[in-house]
């Protein structure tokens, strides 16, 4: 059984020179090597606080997969399992993320370096609180919401004037939806400040819960200068608003970690600009290591772009990232894992069919405002496809039963997004 | 002319469709497109928020440089330049990087994405202070020094206890270097508190002053949770501390910013996980942007990798990238450009030829402490070694003529590290 006190990552490398010898390069840059022997090195030193290789798995050569400054024809691939001792940590996850994803992606005899994998120990997990909410916290604010979540994005995203912006959110309101979210880019602009857009959409969301009895939950983007953040999420809650959201990768772990410190609502993570250091296969950090620490970090939702979405990843690989938000981290309070892009009534069934639960929040922005009878029939259209893809019904003889019930939302919707 | 109000950006892309439409989908999903249309968009709004391609450079076909939903046998390859317009992001720094390197690195449609320059308006620089000592500033602080700064990382760089650090640390002041940097995989371990580092650093740099009269400066790495970092800030600061240290890719740039807007000394901004959005060529974003952005958050000092170091880019590209650093960002101060990796009497040479400026922060760490007379004589060898490339005079020619008027410091580095 492994030392409970080392994190262990695993890493998928390519080399000229064999796979043992790059990964002991590599664990000592990262630890307590140097590549000139100085004074004060000593075995002890270098037994306790040099990171461990403790498994090589050689995949085989290949072409390199990143540039360098020699250029080889061919490279030898492997997975490495390597061991840090927790002692150079701590329990601090700008620390953690420096040990195990800092310098060593620069390393010139490395041709691919990539963390696909981090395991860490009990004691790290738990000195980190998680989300707040997450899927327990964010049902209970939308008056015990069960089944997926269904959200939508204003749009469109950026221009829109105040008296515009009102219009769009008492619509959405007014359609019972779960969630409404600002776009990343939206942030506090001149032409409609966020002070503005918390004052008009908190108030048209209580307007709408007068009628519809639905509280809906506006995820207000607070990104910006950390000097405002607080500032900012005080006049969400002040306002009475219920949720609020960062884009993590630009932000930074660390701003979640400071932001769930004081926060009063759910912190809606975004992860735009995360494809950088995730999509290229031999470099950067896979999404099972990110959403580790953006739950540590205390993350509520965690955006997962979405199976049929416009974005790179395939849909075996977003299923994939949404089960691993699914995943138990410790003692800490699962996260919302956030489906968007490109999601409408023909993505449910695929999504339930891979992931095996209702457990989500799916964003769909076209699916919702561009339903031909409105932003109502669009929300209940995806509410139908949620319920035909749980209960294993063809999606087109589903949208017909219903529409010979009376209710043509689904029909509609399909009849323009797909699945006829 | 173009717009003062627009924010001008340098993509390469590849895309299986021409590439004037897939920039334009590009351009629109990171403004005011949508991809289903919905009511409120008007041509107005577009022709004010939305970003306008300006420039299509066609590079030919390739073969796709990332992996996406589907995998063309070829691709199309362009320049292309973007044009945001400044009122959808105002002049916050976080907002500005999930306009231009946010979403886009995950458009399924695009198989490279790469942000390699940027143009900022006039209006976005001087919102921003940038570096609050940058080259000046650090000189001043370093009793004036003149020429290519010298550094160095305290080695073992984890691992080391008070004792074993005091003396380390005592060592290289007593050097009479410029400056001492923790490793970025030093923060806040418990076997060696940064309080406790703060302390002994301090008090040792003192007491080297009274003998050498040289007052190094000790970049202490502050990185860590955010809660804590003006308290971290403080300690370095009232301890008599010239200099905090960021691992800026993992902080963030906003906490950079922030850093800026309460710090007495200089940021020594590491590069930690820079590489895991840079190195693949055809995704990310390049050095010349990002160090824009640090420069405007703040940072004093900017790693930049080293000529002949151990990490992947050429020596040309750090060349260029060190360039970069010291070409004008408004009426900004100028960073100190750090070299750091592999760094020794023999770099400055090609280092100077390439550069031309001695306007520098050189780190050596085995070229310091690895020096077979000790320290003193480390880094009077490469004071040696710069003094000798900026003069023009070939190295091992000047360290027999040094050696026969009897420094050898120059000599015995030159028998250790090469140039003999």
């Known amino acids: 059984m492994r030392d409970q006190r080392t994190i262990r990552a695993t890493y998928y490398l390519e080399s000229e020179i064999e796979p043992e010898r790059a990964a002991a390069a590599m664990a000592g840059e990262q630890s307590s090597g140097t590549f000139v022997a100085v004074p004060g090195e000593s075995p002890e030193l ?20 990143l540039p360098s400054r ?36 620069e390393l010139g005899q490395l041709y691919a370096c990539r963390l696909q994998d981090i395991g860490l120990p009990e004691e790290f997990v738990a000195a980190h609180p998680g989300p707040a909410f ?10 015990d919401v069960e089944g ?22 008492r619509e959405l309101a007014r359609a019972s939806i779960d969630l409404i979210k600002d776009d990343e880019l939206m942030t506090d602009p ?41 500032r900012r999420h005080d006049l969400v809650v002040e306002a009475g608003g219920r949720c609020v959201m960062l884009n993590v990768p630009v932000m930074g772990i660390p701003a979640v970690a400071w932001l769930r410190s004081f926060t009063a609502v759910p912190i809606h993570g975004h992860r735009a600009g995360l494809a950088a250091s995730m999509r290229a296969k031999g470099l950067g950090v896979d999404y099972r290591v990110w959403q580790q620490l953006a739950r540590l970090a205390g993350a509520d ?18 299923a994939a990232n ?17 489906l968007s892009s490109g999601q409408n009534v023909t993505t449910p069934g695929p999504t339930y069919a891979a992931v095996q639960s209702t457990d989500l929040l799916m964003l769909a922005g076209g699916g919702v405002a561009g339903h031909p009878d409105g932003p109502t029939a669009g929300v209940q259209s995806l509410r139908d496809a949620w319920a035909v893809a749980v209960a294993g019904v063809p999606l087109a003889e589903a949208a017909r039963s219903r529409a010979d019930a009376g209710n043509r939302a689904l029909l509609h919707a399909v009849q323009k997004f797909g699945g006829a």
Chains 1, 2 share one sequence.
């Open 46 to 65: 270098h037994k306790r606080h040099g990171a461990q290789v403790v498994g090589v798995e050689p995949l085989g050569d290949c072409r390199p997969s």
């Open 70 to 105: 020699t250029t080889p024809e061919k490279v030898q691939a492997a997975l490495v399992t390597v061991e840090f001792p927790m002692e150079n940590v701590g329990t601090d996850l700008a620390t953690l993320q420096t040990a195990v994803a800092g310098n060593l992606f």
């Open 134 to 143: 997450g899927i327990p916290g964010t049902r209970r604010l939308i008056n």
């Open 148 to 169: 997926v979540m269904i959200g939508t994005i204003v749009k469109p995203n950026v221009g829109l004037h105040e008296d515009q912006f009102r219009h769009v959110v």
């Open 190 to 230: 001149g032409y409609l400040p966020l002070q503005r857009r918390v004052a008009i959409a908190t108030e048209e969301i209580r307007a709408a819960e007068q009628i519809t009895g639905h509280p809906t939950m506006y995820a207000f983007n607070i990104t910006g200068d950390l000097a405002g953040l607080r």
């Open 301 to 318: 939702h965690l955006h997962a772009s979405g199976l049929g979405s416009k974005f790179y990843e395939t849909d075996d690989e977003v």
């Open 322 to 338: 949404v089960r691993s938000l699914l995943e138990p981290l410790g003692s800490t309070t699962t996260p919302v894992p956030t």
